[in-house]
């Protein structure tokens, strides 16, 4: 009776064990889901340009780092600023990327937008816009401080700030003799 019993007793508790670290783990439903709420940032400047791919190998680096950091799903969906937490792993994913790969300035600023606004000149070859982007990406690090900065100045401006339009018509008119004339008018009221 007493072993039944003590069997009994050790096969609930490696249930209840099992159960409990089941409920702790990150399952693919919950990835998922987390992945549904990361596309609400798909607008953000440099999101929007990515194709699905990348923006899916993208939402899964912000998962991987958010389930590093909370490996119980449970502390990660009680956290009360959770929204927010998100959102610090979206933004500190892409400082991350653009640390590693100043290429990825053609993200931020596609090169058919550029030609839209006439800071570059249509049908450049891809060693040409590589050689802007290289460009960009230099002059950009020599302004900013750190990426970070560099980052929050585009995210709080709804337009490109003025600083990173001044540094593109400069690496245009280095580059390819590029120039855009402004016309400017003055209204007086």
Not at 79 to 92: A, F, H, K, M, N
Not at 138 to 167: C, G, M, W
Request: charged share 25%; proline share 6%; net charge negative.
């Amino acid at each position: 009776m007493k072993k039944s019993l003590l069997i009994i007793t050790l096969a609930a508790a490696a249930a209840a064990i099992y159960g409990c670290s089941a409920e702790r783990r990150w399952g693919d439903k919950e990835r998922k889901e987390l992945r549904q709420e990361i596309r609400a940032y798909r607008d953000m400047a440099y999101l929007d340009n990515l194709a699905e791919l990348e923006f899916d190998m993208f939402s899964g680096n912000v998962v991987e780092a958010i389930e590093i950091d909370y490996p119980v799903y449970t502390t990660f969906v009680e956290l009360p600023g959770r929204g927010d937490t998100v959102e610090v792993y979206v933004v500190s994913t892409i400082v991350e990327e653009l640390k590693a790969n100043p290429h990825n300035m053609r993200n931020i600023f596609p090169y058919p937008m550029l030609v839209e606004e006439g800071i570059l000149p249509p049908n450049l070859n891809h060693q040409a816009q590589r050689a802007f982007y290289d460009c960009l990406s230099h002059r950009v690090k020599q302004y900013y401080p750190s990426t970070l900065s560099f980052f929050e100045a585009i995210v709080d401006s709804p337009t490109t700030p003025p600083a990173i339009t001044n540094i593109q018509l400069s690496c245009a008119a280095d580059l390819f003799d590029w120039g855009v004339e402004v016309d400017e008018t003055i209204v007086i009221d």
